[in-house]
């Protein structure tokens, strides 16, 4: 008989023991609601000790959470129609206040970030989408942040994944990204051009003091041309030969003057029975036929 009640007592205090020892993992904290009443005490983690009947423990996870945010649709202000989705880094720093302010803090932080993901996206441009993500991350974060402080919600930080653009606008940016590259190309080469220009009028410069030096060059573009196996054949021409060959060549002749008339031979005179006039005469007397 007193084996059964020693049993009795110490299978109730095993069932008594089990039913008010709790073990709080490392990364959780334990909230205890003693008759409904939550406690001012977190429990740390470790062995937590409870009331069989008056006391229940809700486990609230400190570690950071990932929340990926669905991509949303929207118009940006320079009225481009764009989806983006993003990502929510944010972790519990007030175990009472998740436990006891917010019904699903995890879900209640997914509708905010959804809304203000799509205001964020009104608010821009689509160049500071594509290129000032920080900024708009920063934007982001603290208009999250700002209702998940009463919830007792720390936002670590957002940020945007994806910007999806329509396939017109892809071909856009991309004529722009290439007219781009071609303008650039060009100035690069212009001023390449306008270097190189300065650089043959400082060497014409040099040549012309030193005439020697012209020579040498044109001694070295020959023994560069020789070197290729080719069948180019170089001939220099001394320009000073050509100068002195212009110099000395005699201007152009006057031009001709045109012929005198001649004077009527003395046999057609005669067939017409005229006698013909002596040749110093012949220009004064005027023309029989001609009356």
């Known amino acids: 008989m007193i084996v059964e009640i020693v049993s009795a007592v110490v299978v109730a205090g095993g069932v008594w023991l089990a039913s008010a020892v709790r073990v709080v993992k490392q990364y959780e904290r334990g909230l205890v609601f003693r008759f409904g ?39 940006t202000r320079d009225n481009v129609t764009v989806r983006v989705d993003a990502v929510v ?45 920080e900024r708009l991350n920063e934007g982001l974060e603290l208009m999250i942040d700002s209702p998940a402080l009463d919830w007792g919600i720390h936002i670590d930080r957002v940020e945007i994944k994806d910007v999806a653009l329509p396939e017109s606008m892809k071909r856009s940016m991309s004529r722009q990204a290439e007219a781009e590259r071609e303008r650039r190309a060009r100035v690069i080469s212009a001023d390449g051009e306008l270097q190189a220009s300065h650089k043959l009028a400082q060497a014409a410069a040099t040549m012309a003091d030193t005439p020697a030096a012209l020579q040498l060059r044109l ?36 031009a001709a003057k045109p012929p005198e008339p001649r004077a009527p031979a003395a046999s057609e005179a005669a067939s017409n029975g005229q006698v013909a006039p002596p040749a110093s005469e012949a220009s004064d007397v005027p023309d029989q036929r001609s009356r």
């Not at 220099?236 to 006057?254: G, M, Q, W």
């Open 37 to 75: 009443r939550v406690r001012p005490e977190v429990r740390d983690p470790g062995l937590a000790l409870l009331l069989p009947i008056a006391d229940r423990m809700q486990k609230v996870n400190m570690q950071v959470v990932t929340l990926p945010v669905p991509a949303q649709d929207g118009i």
């Open 219 to 254: 001694l070295e573009t020959v023994v560069q041309v020789s070197a290729e196996k080719n069948s180019t054949l170089v001939l220099p021409f001394p320009v000073e030969l050509l100068r002195f060959l212009d110099a000395r060549t005699d201007p152009a002749a006057p």
């Open 89 to 133: 880094y944010f972790k519990v720093v007030d175990p009472v206040l998740a436990a006891v302010h917010v019904q699903d803090y995890r879900s209640a932080i997914g509708q905010v970030a959804q809304t203000s993901l799509r205001s964020i996206i009104g608010k821009s441009d689509l160049d500071d989408l594509l290129s000032n993500r």
